[in-house]
């Protein structure tokens, strides 16, 4: 181990968040962790100061220096206008890789799934977090869900490497590409094609709400598990929960070049200065940042001494059981209890190895050569309740021409015009899908066609440009 210490920022949040923390430390410099550690201030107290991301600027150079970050969880305030410090702070640092392991620790802990050991890597910066919304008509609201290629190079073969660095034998895939064809459809594509270059780790597959329901039957037979960024949060939360408890899980949050470890549960005001909290969820997130800043044997140090600690029966409110349960400690007291076994290791627990552990070194991710795209027409969005369907395509076929004619409209997705369905429920946002008999169109007939409804009296609220790239449609088919 290096003799200059390694810089760390960290932030003692809000509600537990300083109690967990001081335990955090304490259990850290005991066992030797060779850190220095620089405080900011972040949550709920910048948040009422007017920063709506709950950190101030100058947290910012602390945070490019170090490049390392243990956090302890924050408040956000109840209200309008806060945004999520945590999505901020991994956009902004390009933290894109979310990794929370899901351990079972039976019979010590409640789990029904005791022999649970799975990793949940999540993709963390794109999908229906990039926080694109708009209201677009009186009825309808709309997110938009972004996948992009390098992020799925990114996280997939974050997910390989991790496996074939902790020595775990399979990757499974969970998306939704059964429905959202060229979003999820791309995410699926990219783990089948890294997936070829790791012959050595069984790959798989599945639709994610069946995976989902296998991983709350059967958590037991998984190993990794990489998905969008929505799906895994949803996912990794269930996951830690079965395991046990929300309570005692971390996460770490990676990026190129810097990192973010924390416990993934909230702040829990109701139980602030009351010394009763689990502070295991940040320590786990600690011993994560151990591995990452090279100081593995610290973190395999106290690993083993938390276990002894769950096997002697010492344990926090939140797990304590009678019968099982030797004493029921605070949270600076279960640290000390950690501390006193140092040194020690497990009888029955699985003591985990870190002899391998270190930074993952990904490939810089590439950008493809451009495809030959062809504009072929366009999607316009209308607010419009003035009638039926038949009366919108009638009226709107007036406005097209030869060369750019109108084709269909859908109404939340589903096809009314033509041949709709009278019994399909309408609302006042509608997608009206004009398209080129050519190979290609001149954007100016784009512009010419919008010009065109605009005076013949239509809201026009949105477009989308329709392209074939390599003679392969850039658009979705419709239902109906």
């Known amino acids: 181990m290096s ?45 009422l100061s007017g920063q709506s991301n709950g950190i101030e600027a100058s947290a910012w150079e602390s945070l490019r220096r170090t490049k390392v970050f243990l956090k302890a969880p924050i408040t956000t305030p109840q209200g309008g206008g806060y ?67 390098p992020g799925c190079e990114r996280i997939v073969r974050y997910a390989f490497e991790y496996a074939k660095q902790q020595g775990r034998k399979r990757v499974t895939c969970f998306v939704k590409d059964n429905i959202m064809k060229l979003t999820d459809g791309l995410f699926h594509s ?7 270059e790791y012959p050595d780790i ?92 090279g100081q593995s044997d610290v973190a395999e140090k106290i690993h083993h001494a938390w276990l002894v600690t769950l096997e002697e029966g010492l344990h926090t409110a939140d797990i304590f059981k009678e019968g099982m349960s030797k004493a029921k400690l605070g949270t600076q007291a279960f640290a000390d209890a950690v501390i006193s076994k140092l040194g020690q290791s497990p009888k029955q627990l699985p003591a985990p190895n870190y002899s391998s552990s270190q930074p993952l070194k990904l490939p810089v991710v590439g950008h493809k050569a451009p495809s030959k795209k062809q ?34 409209i859908t109404n939340r997705g589903v096809k009314v015009w033509p041949q709709g369905f009278e019994e399909t429920y309408c609302v006042d946002h509608w997608r009206c899908r004009f ?13 010419a066609l919008q010009i065109r409804l605009h005076d013949a009296g239509f809201d026009v609220i949105k477009t989308e440009n329709l392209y074939n790239f390599d003679g392969e449609p850039g658009y979705a088919a419709v239902h109906g």
């Open 3 to 47: 003799q200059t210490p390694t810089p760390i920022t960290i932030a003692y949040g809000d509600g537990i968040g300083p109690s967990i923390m001081e335990a955090t430390l304490k259990m850290l410099d005991a066992a030797g962790a060779n850190i220095a550690t620089e405080t900011i201030e972040i949550g709920e107290k910048v948040y």
């Open 83 to 149: 945004k999520s410090l945590n999505v901020s702070m991994r956009k902004a640092l390009g933290l894109f890789a979310n990794v929370r392991p899901c351990v079972a620790y039976s019979p010590f802990v409640r789990t029904k799934h005791p022999e649970m050991d799975l990793v949940i890597v999540r993709e963390n910066e794109e999908d229906l977090y990039a926080g694109i919304e708009h209201r677009q008509t009186e009825e309808v609201y709309q997110c938009l869900k972004l996948i992009t290629r």
């Open 190 to 196: 990219v783990f089948k094609e890294i997936a070829a």
């Open 202 to 293: 069984q790959h798989d597959s599945m639709i994610v709400d069946i995976g989902a329901a296998r991983v709350a039957d059967t958590p037991e037979n998984f190993d990794v598990i990489v998905m969008p960024n929505l799906y895994g949060d949803i996912i990794s939360d269930v996951a830690a929960q079965i395991a046990g408890s929300v309570g005692m899980a971390g996460s770490a949050n990676i990026g190129d070049q810097c990192a973010m470890f924390e416990a993934i549960h909230g702040s829990a005001p109701d139980l602030a200065n009351q010394d009763v909290a689990n502070p295991s969820g940040l320590l786990h997130g600690a011993i994560q940042m151990l591995n990452h800043i």
């Open 435 to 447: 398209m080129t008999s050519e190979d290609e169109i001149d954007f100016a007939e784009l512009l």
């Open 375 to 408: 504009l072929v027409g366009m999607d316009v969005f209308l607010q419009w309740q003035n009638g039926a369907p038949a009366e919108l395509g009638e009226a709107l076929a007036k406005t097209g021409r030869k060369s750019l004619s109108l084709k269909l």
